[in-house]
């Protein structure tokens, strides 16, 4: 008796896969939030409240992100198997954790950018190291606005006077969390934990120790450590984008992670790196100012430090069996 069953047209195999790689997404300190639930006729993505990070996001938006993320990951997979995947977001007939139902919509051929896009989910990872100082092109700026734009949500690419206003809001919230003791207490469960682990940012992808002189402050993920290499400095000029939606609800979250993955991986097609920075929307006053400096008009979902990298370390995943729901839904 295989553990996958086949569903949607797909054999075992392939339903394997998709999970697989649906499960390569983003998520916040590595958690991996999500859950699958597999019927012949429907797969359904579902959050996992063990999963929560109640201290950096109390409302779950991250989580529902990272499950957004990886619900864009299953459609590619999808397509690339050859279904057209039909998505209904927050089904109201579902348990209180169900996020997404996908259904058959026949077969598709997968257009040859899905494919690259498909191509690109095992090579996606966050890079926290310095990148090189060779701007982003315009051409591949249009190409990241119009990803995120086919995903109903759009890119605000900082524009220079901004920037000062936003650096000190990002130091500001890195100082506020470090100085909780809950937060850390949090942060600190999920990194530097041994190589076997499957969950968590490992040591080798925390990228260099956050210092204050730097312009886009890093989270710590380097518990433990207290220097680091001397002579690291960070690029100059980093693209900074900020993915917004137009309304704050649910439903704009799980579309803002389907566009966040799909903006990642057009951004690693192309040949860019990219890391999150955070904690600026985790506290609700830094975010307000964010979103005020936006001029009061949209959500404020992540912001990204997008450059030409240099060379970045997988974070582990857990194996796609380890995803599956068996019965009904736990809430
Ligand atoms: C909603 C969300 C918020 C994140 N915030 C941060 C952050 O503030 N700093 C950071 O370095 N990485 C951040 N990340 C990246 C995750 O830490 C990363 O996706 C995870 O560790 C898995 O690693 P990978 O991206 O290399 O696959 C975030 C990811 C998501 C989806």
């Not at 600190?188 to 499957?198: F, H, K, L, P, Y």
């Not at 993955?261 to 097609?269: F, S, V």
């Not at 955070?278 to 997008?306: F, M, N, W």
């Amino acid at each position: 008796m295989p553990t996958f069953p086949a569903a949607l047209g797909l054999t075992s195999c392939q339903v394997e896969q998709v999970i697989r790689l649906a499960g390569m997404a983003p998520s916040l300190h590595n958690s991996q939030p999500w859950r699958f639930r597999i019927m012949p006729h429907l797969i359904e993505l579902h959050a996992d409240p063990k999963r929560r990070l109640p201290v950096a996001d109390p409302e779950d938006r991250e989580l529902r992100l990272a499950c957004g993320a990886a619900l864009f990951n299953l459609r590619l997979a999808l397509t690339q198997a050859g279904v057209h995947p039909l998505v209904t977001l927050l089904p109201s007939l579902g348990s209180a954790t169900a996020l997404a139902e996908i259904r058959s919509g026949g077969h598709e051929h997968p257009r040859p950018g899905d494919v690259q896009l498909c191509e690109a989910i095992p090579r996606r990872h966050s890079h926290r190291q310095p990148f090189q100082n060779t701007p982003v092109s315009t051409e591949d700026r249009h190409e990241l606005v119009r990803a995120v734009q086919e995903e109903h949500t759009w890119l605000h690419v900082v524009p220079p006077g901004q920037l000062g206003t936003l650096e000190g809001l990002v130091h500001r919230a890195h100082r506020v969390q470090m100085s909780d003791e809950r937060y850390r207490a949090e942060l600190a469960a999920w990194v530097g934990r041994g190589d076997d682990s499957s969950e968590g940012v490992p040591l080798s992808a925390a990228g260099p120790k956050p210092g204050l002189q730097d312009q886009w402050v890093n989270r710590d993920f380097t518990v433990g450590q207290t220097e680091r290499a001397p002579g690291t400095k960070f690029e100059s000029h980093p693209l900074l984008a900020l993915l917004c939606s137009r309304t704050d609800d649910q439903e704009a979250e799980l579309q803002s992670g389907q566009a966040l993955q799909r903006l990642w991986l057009t951004a690693t097609a192309r040949g860019l790196a990219a890391s999150v920075i955070s904690q600026v929307l985790e506290l609700p006053e830094t975010r307000q100012e964010v979103h005020d400096l936006l001029g009061g008009h949209a959500a404020p979902q992540a912001l990204l430090r997008i450059g030409h990298g240099t060379t970045t370390t997988a974070a582990p995943r857990r194996e796609p069996a380890e995803l599956l729901i068996n019965g009904p839904a736990q809430g």
